[in-house]
């Protein structure tokens, strides 16, 4: 059974810092990555990582986010840096069972960053 859990998310004030993690287990992962739901608005990608450590950003996040995974612990992580008000929102992790198409999501973790 695969299981995906977040862990990280919190308040922090505009210009701050935040670490998000999530551990998969119950299989080998390909793609895993971030998406986020701000209040009212749809689920948009953040970032997503390869096994080979490719990696895809959001245009507007790129320069501020920064992801990176540890495959021997089927673990992603998410380092969100100079984090503005417009970042608050749900941070779900995704991942994808190897060999398979199957994803699987996290029950998402809350970022809130203050003015």
């Known amino acids: 059974q695969v299981r995906v859990r977040e862990s990280g998310g919190g308040l922090v004030q505009a210009g701050g810092s935040l670490r998000l993690s999530c551990a998969a287990s119950?299989?080998?992962?390909?793609?895993m990555g971030w998406y986020r739901q701000p209040p009212g608005k749809q689920r948009e990608l953040v970032a997503t990582i390869t096994s080979g450590g490719s990696t895809d950003y959001a245009n507007s996040l790129k320069d501020r986010f920064a992801i990176s995974r540890d495959n021997a612990k089927n673990t992603v992580y998410l380092q969100m840096n100079s984090l503005k008000p417009e970042d608050t929102a749900v941070y779900y992790c995704?991942?994808?069972?190897?060999?398979?198409?199957?994803?699987?999501w996290g029950q998402g973790t809350q970022v809130t960053v203050s003015s």
């Open positions: 995704y991942v994808r069972l190897f060999p398979t198409t199957n994803d699987y």
């Open positions: 119950g299989g080998r992962f390909g793609l």
